[in-house]
């Protein structure tokens, strides 16, 4: 008798048609054979799957050239199908399931006849790990194939967990006919399932990350009483041997990954990674919260990453010891066949092929490497990979960060005077758009938690949500803020950042040791400035003061602007957020409407 499993991969084959199925056991001798699939029978705009590269410097390396208008996530073609609107909310694109349904299956009828069906069994998660998640998900691509056996736990021990059980997350993907007219993510929460048509790029394609382990989980979690976020977890250890563990969520072009595999600048200091994109935190039989990555690999923006700015993933990228990493969308070397890109170390190449297979002019100001180019490389090569990173229970969160990019206003750390404080900071989280992201330069985008573009359910509730979890733990990990990116009359940013960083997560980790005291203001609980330790760096004592300096007539127009986004989630926005906000603009000084 077929079990759930069997039946559900029989119904997707008989819609869409492929000419063969093949179930993935996710081991290494797989992936080489899918790897030549990819370069000898499936191509991309004319291109084949994959491209072999000179493994000399970049072991294990194989190129990876997608469709030209199919190179990022596309959040205006994703959609949460909750039954009602209301419950998506904002900050999601609704549409109606049934109506949804009936147009995925029109786009899914016949979609794969002549190519091959891959079934990826997989965990987020340790699969002995109470809180992993077993799913399934579907393929017609061997790039998603390969991706997904690098950022999961592909195999046996996802289908041992689901067994003859309902029980798994489910992930139907084509690639279609990469029609951007033609080209959704869909997700139906009450389903735990996910369709996406039209796209090979990671974030729409590879279902396992951010569509199932933020969107539908997040709901998972609402439901369930735990977290899904977008966040690194570290481990820093201190000279005594002490590991402190951390959670912190940044948006985009904030440095995220860079402080994951943090090279710190102050002795004695280690920082040790078990992620840096997702985390789900359960609370533990103790009270505390626990966090565990349900990801296994790392998929990073190539340009700018470097030596100076992130050696630690330099040294992950050029480490053999797990098959194969990936180059998405970066330019080639032609003298050497090496990926190349912008920021990387040593010289501009004399020859190179850009992202789109062109050979590269750099008079015509144009990139070689696409700005949102990527590697996709295994955790395991990690050299800074935390022993505790398969462990089932995850690890104790002692402190949790909330991050942007601004140029004024936010000092460079702050503590929260408590839980409910801590999750306001985190609503009205924001960065200032870069240029090159936005055409326009400074304009502030809100971004709660770093989780706007994946959230699954309605964020006035995903607030309410925050602060219950908070209200079950035992002992709640202190909440801080922190900005690297304040800058000066010049525009030039005052706080050295990268592995200097460690200076305010030392700080950070003495608060949570009770070691030092904090100097309270409006905003929150500030370093006394003999506890941050500067040592060796070359600022002077008045740039400091600017990096925590708070002038209240600036905040008016800031006020405005966090009261329009938390208003825009109706009764939804918890009173206690609105307590904290009215808090802040009384010690500001500054009169409010709510």
């Not at 205006?76 to 009602?84: E, G, K, S």
């Not at 990019?405 to 408590?418: G, H």
């Not at 700080?507 to 030092?516: E, L, N, P, S, T």
Request: hydrophobic share 35%; net charge positive.
């Amino acid at each position: 008798m077929a079990t759930p499993l069997e039946r559900w991969v029989e119904e997707q084959a008989k819609l869409t048609q492929p000419s063969k199925i093949y179930w993935c056991d996710g081991t290494e001798a797989e992936a080489k054979k899918l790897i030549k699939i990819g370069m000898k029978e499936e191509t991309i705009n004319g291109h084949p799957v994959f491209q072999k590269l000179n493994d000399k410097h970049w072991p294990n390396a194989y190129y990876h050239r997608s469709h030209p208008n199919d190179v990022a996530r596309t959040e205006q073609l994703t959609f949460v199908c909750h039954p009602a609107k209301e419950t998506a909310g904002p900050n999601n694109n609704w549409m109606d399931p049934k109506e949804a349904k009936t147009k995925m299956t029109a786009l899914f009828d016949g979609c794969m006849k002549g190519r091959t069906m891959y079934v990826m069994p997989y965990m987020m998660g340790h699969p002995k790990s109470p809180y992993a998640k077993a799913c399934v998900q579907i393929t017609d691509n061997s790039y998603v194939a390969v991706s997904m056996r690098i950022m999961t736990r592909m195999g046996k021990e996802a289908l041992d967990r689901i067994g003859s059980s309902e029980n798994f997350v489910r992930g139907l993907h084509s690639v279609g006919d990469l029609h951007p007219e033609r080209r959704f993510i869909i997700h139906f929460p009450q389903e735990n399932l996910v369709w996406s048509f039209g796209s090979g790029y990671g974030g729409n394609a590879l279902l396992g990350k951010k569509c199932f382990a933020l969107r539908i989980a997040s709901c998972m979690g609402q439901k369930e009483g735990w977290l899904a976020e977008h966040m690194l977890i570290m481990g820093v250890e201190d000279p005594k041997g002490q590991v402190t563990y951390i959670a912190a969520a940044f948006p985009s072009a904030c440095g995220k990954t860079n402080l994951a595999l943090m090279q710190s600048a102050l002795p004695g200091y280690k920082v040790w990674t078990l992620g840096d994109d997702i985390a789900w935190l359960n609370i533990g039989p103790d009270g505390r919260l626990y966090a565990i990555n349900p990801e296994a690999g790392f998929f990073g923006v190539a340009p700018g990453t470097s030596l100076k700015t992130n050696p630690k993933m330099i040294e992950t990228l050029k480490n053999k010891k797990f098959f194969p990493t990936l180059y998405t969308n970066t330019a080639i070397d032609n003298d050497t066949n090496e990926p190349w890109w912008e920021g990387l170390d040593g010289a501009v190449p004399k020859s190179v092929t850009d992202w789109q297979g062109n050979a590269w002019d750099p008079s015509k100001g144009t990139k070689a490497a696409h700005a949102n180019s990527r590697f996709t490389v295994s955790i395991l090569n990690c050299p800074t990979l935390s022993k505790e990173f398969d462990n089932p229970q995850g690890v104790p969160i002692s402190a949790i960060i909330v991050g942007g990019r601004r140029s004024k206003l936010i000092p460079l750390v702050m503590e929260a005077f408590n839980w409910q404080h801590g999750v306001f900071l985190g609503t009205r989280t924001g960065s200032e758009t870069t240029a090159a992201a936005a055409h326009q330069l400074g304009v502030l985008r809100r971004d709660p938690m770093a989780m706007l573009p994946f959230c699954g359910y309605n964020m006035g509730d995903y607030f309410a949500h925050w602060l219950n979890v908070g209200k079950k733990l035992k002992n709640p990990p202190k909440i801080f803020s922190v900005n690297w990116f304040r800058t000066d009359e010049t525009s030039k940013f005052m706080w050295p950042g990268f592995g200097d960083n460690i200076r305010v997560i030392k700080w950070i980790i003495d608060r949570v040791q009770g070691k030092v005291v904090a100097k309270e203001t409006a905003l929150g609980l500030l370093p006394d400035l003999k506890d941050l330790d500067l040592s060796g760096l070359n600022i002077p004592r008045e740039t400091v003061d600017k990096l925590f300096s708070i002038d209240p007539p600036e905040w008016t127009g800031e006020l405005q602007d966090i009261e329009k986004y938390l208003s825009q989630f109706g009764s939804r926005t918890p009173e206690a957020i609105w307590e904290e906000y009215r808090s802040l603009a009384e010690k500001l000084g500054q009169s409010v409407s709510k």
